[in-house]
């Protein structure tokens, strides 16, 4: 039984070691190690029917452990600056504001006031418009992946099409100087996630934006902070980040 259990331990020690070392763990990655662990549980209990005892200082600090990475994920959560950039948001989009989003700040039109109503940006339907307070310009994602597939898949241009099928081809336009002042939204909120994207015309537009080159100033700028290396996850999807809302210069 003992062989057994250093035999299976080590491999969980081993696989840990490895695969949990990745900065982001899906589940299916740790299903492989779970028959080694039931291996392990028929001598771990036997020692511990033999010496109730051990099982304070194996569990103790297991639970120690896992209930601070606890509180830590929920104060993660609780302190994402997207929530304070709604408030903002609620405080400061009064009626007839026209707004301008990147697709990855949050839907505003999901606010309980004032009432907003999204648009693409591309091709805005005013119609929807007569009920709203507050106009919401969405502004698509940009993430390169059909030209990608295109440039890698080339000699088989299906591929290329398929993916902008299913996922759109952005019209880079969208994404000047010149195209935004004829937007002229009186105020713009821009998602990290956004601007990481591998097309040069959009990584200039955004950065031009947050650097003050446009006629927009910022007004809330937030972002995730890291937590502390030794508490798990290190990642949570699509927490981290930094959120940035601007508004239109006086007189601009």
């Given at each position: 039984?003992?062989?057994?259990?250093?035999?299976?331990?080590?491999?969980v020690?081993?696989?840990?070691?490895?695969?949990?070392?990745?900065?982001?763990?899906?589940?299916?990655?740790?299903?492989?190690?779970?028959?080694?662990?039931?291996?392990?549980?028929?001598?771990?209990?036997?020692?511990?029917?033999?010496?109730?005892?051990?099982?304070?200082?194996?569990?103790?600090?297991?639970l120690?452990?896992?209930?601070?990475?606890?509180?830590?994920?929920?104060?993660?959560?609780?302190?994402?600056?997207?929530?304070?950039?709604?408030?903002?948001?609620?405080n400061?989009?009064?009626?007839?504001?026209?707004?301008?989003?990147?697709?990855?700040?949050?839907?505003?039109e999901?606010?309980?006031?004032?009432?907003?109503?999204?648009?693409?940006?591309?091709?805005?339907n005013?119609?929807?418009?007569?009920?709203?307070?507050?106009?919401?310009?969405?502004?698509?994602h940009?993430?390169?992946?059909?030209?990608?597939?295109?440039?890698?898949?080339?000699?088989?241009?299906?591929?290329?099409?398929?993916?902008?099928?299913?996922?759109g081809?952005?019209?880079?336009?969208?994404?000047?100087?010149?195209?935004?002042?004829?937007?002229?939204?009186?105020?713009?909120?821009?998602?990290?996630?956004?601007?990481?994207?591998?097309?040069?015309?959009?990584?200039?537009?955004?950065?031009d934006?947050?650097?003050?080159?446009?006629?927009?100033?910022?007004?809330?700028?937030?972002?995730?902070?890291?937590?502390?290396?030794?508490?798990?996850?290190?990642?949570?999807?699509?927490?981290?980040?930094?959120?940035?809302?601007?508004?239109?210069?006086?007189?601009?």
């Amino acid at each position: 039984a003992a062989i057994c259990f250093a035999l299976a331990a080590s491999l969980v020690l081993f696989y840990y070691a490895k695969i949990g070392s990745f900065p982001n763990m899906q589940t299916r990655f740790a299903l492989p190690v779970v028959p080694f662990l039931i291996l392990m549980a028929g001598p771990f209990f036997q020692v511990v029917l033999e010496n109730p005892k051990w099982i304070y200082p194996i569990l103790v600090p297991l639970l120690l452990y896992n209930s601070i990475c606890c509180f830590f994920v929920g104060k993660r959560f609780s302190e994402d600056l997207r929530s304070d950039a709604q408030l903002w948001i609620q405080n400061h989009a009064v009626g007839g504001t026209v707004m301008e989003s990147s697709a990855g700040a949050p839907h505003w039109e999901k606010l309980p006031h004032p009432k907003i109503v999204e648009l693409d940006a591309a091709k805005p339907n005013w119609n929807k418009t007569r009920a709203a307070e507050v106009i919401d310009l969405r502004v698509p994602h940009a993430n390169g992946r059909a030209q990608l597939f295109a440039k890698i898949f080339a000699n088989k241009p299906w591929i290329g099409e398929e993916a902008k099928r299913f996922e759109g081809d952005p019209d880079e336009n969208l994404f000047t100087r010149d195209a935004l002042l004829k937007r002229n939204p009186q105020i713009v909120s821009v998602y990290s996630s956004d601007y990481g994207v591998p097309s040069i015309t959009v990584k200039n537009y955004y950065s031009d934006l947050l650097e003050g080159k446009f006629p927009y100033d910022t007004v809330f700028d937030g972002e995730t902070q890291d937590p502390p290396r030794w508490v798990y996850p290190r990642e949570i999807d699509f927490l981290r980040g930094r959120i940035t809302i601007l508004m239109r210069r006086p007189g601009a």
